[in-house]
């Protein structure tokens, strides 16, 4: 699968994952023409992930290893025909009962912001123009 990110709205984002370098050295051929070999890298983003589990959810949290930041994501899998609200509603109602504060940014926002604060300005510019 490509992975896809859709805001909809603060803290919520739908995607669809690609996972293993193989992987994604196959969609950023498809996308870019180039190998991953041939990017420049941005930021590194390094964290221990903890993965809980609570009826159909899945929660991960993460805590980047250079500042001790973290942040935490609900999943709930859904086919693609399923009511998407009642999804997200699910979502924000177990969000509140963990006492999640939904984020505008992520980790790899967090990480640019400490690590590369010129690549994070022309990001937010770019975003800013579309």
């Known amino acids: 699968e490509d992975k896809v990110h859709k805001r909809e709205?603060?803290?919520?984002?739908?995607?669809r994952e690609v996972e293993g370098r193989e992987e994604v050295q196959a969609v950023i051929w498809k996308?870019?023409?180039k190998n991953l070999d041939e990017?420049?890298?941005?930021v590194k983003i390094s964290a221990v992930r903890e993965l809980f589990s609570l009826e159909d959810f899945r929660i991960?949290?993460?805590?980047?290893?250079?500042?001790?930041w973290s942040v935490g994501e609900i999943e709930l899998m859904a086919r693609s025909d399923a009511d998407m609200i009642q999804v997200k509603k699910r979502i924000e109602d177990l969000g509140q009962k963990l006492l999640f504060i939904p984020q505008q940014a992520g980790k790899v926002t967090h990480c640019?912001?400490?690590?590369n604060p010129a690549a994070l300005d022309l990001l937010m510019t770019l975003n800013q123009a579309k």
């Open 9 to 15: 709205g603060v803290g919520m984002t739908q995607y």
């Open 112 to 115: 640019l912001k400490t690590q």
């Open 60 to 68: 991960s949290i993460d805590r980047i290893q250079d500042d001790d």
């Open 31 to 33: 996308l870019l023409n």
């Open 39 to 42: 990017l420049t890298a941005l």
